[in-house]
């Protein structure tokens, strides 16, 4: 059974404060990560990665797959208020398409 | 506007009645997605479709029940089979392109209260 495993579920942490949050995965034809924040509703997509060890970078926000221990990291630097909310992740499958999500990390920042 | 709808945003139900949820979406996507968010987890996948006229089960199928007649909508029906339905339903579409799923775009989801 596929399976996606995010840690950890809950971090507190002050605002500056730089965070990495992990996502592992176990999945049958692995094609692609995805990650996402969800604030209130419905997630919005971050990044996409395919290959292993090339960094995504967005502003704070940076990501990093690696193919061979099956797991990617997000990071937040510099963190902010804003940045509170719960970080998914997820596996696509080859073929099917089909996604496999994490139970997501719940980040809080503290001004 | 290109995005994707859900309706409604709230809705009520007793126990015993099915109920359908709506999701339309005008991007061109050919993939359309139902999760299921409860409290403290992740997202659950329902069903999915590829193309018109065709669907997979998710992980957690049993009680739902979907169509793909149309490109643009993928309406899931809650049937009274399911035996926990109050929860947050999300749907979601994305593009199929050569190197396969890109990334889904999601609707603002539906929260199912049933009594």
């Known amino acids: 059974e596929d399976k996606v495993v995010q840690s950890p579920l809950s971090l507190v942490v002050h605002e500056g404060d730089t965070v990495t949050l992990n996502c592992s995965y176990e999945?049958?034809?692995?094609?692609?990560l995805l990650w996402y924040k969800q604030e209130k509703k419905a997630p919005t997509f971050l990044f996409m990665l395919?290959?292993?060890?090339i960094e995504k970078k967005s502003g704070r926000l940076s990501s990093i797959l690696d193919k061979k221990e099956l797991f990617s990291i997000l990071n937040i630097t510099a963190t902010q208020t804003g940045d509170s909310a719960i970080y998914l992740c997820a596996s696509v499958q080859g073929g099917n398409e089909k996604l496999t999500f994490g139970t997501g990390t719940r980040l809080t920042i503290i001004p | 506007d290109g995005g994707i709808t859900q309706s409604p945003k709230y809705l009520f139900r007793k126990e015993g009645q099915n109920v359908t949820l709506s999701c339309e979406q005008n991007l061109n996507h050919d993939a359309m997605y139902w999760y299921r968010q409860d409290p403290g987890q992740g997202l659950r996948l329902i069903y999915y479709s590829q193309i018109v006229n065709d669907f997979q089960k998710g992980d957690i199928a049993e009680g739902y029940s979907v169509s793909r007649e149309k490109k643009e909508s993928f309406p899931l029906t809650v049937t009274s089979a399911q035996k926990n339905p109050t929860a947050f339903y999300l749907c979601?579409?994305?593009?199929?392109?050569?190197?396969?799923?890109?990334?889904?775009?999601f609707g603002p989801g539906t929260r199912l209260t049933v009594t």
């Open positions: 395919t290959s292993s060890g």
């Open positions: 979601a579409s994305s593009i199929v392109g050569l190197a396969g799923v890109s990334e889904q775009y």
């Open positions: 999945v049958t034809n692995f094609r692609s």
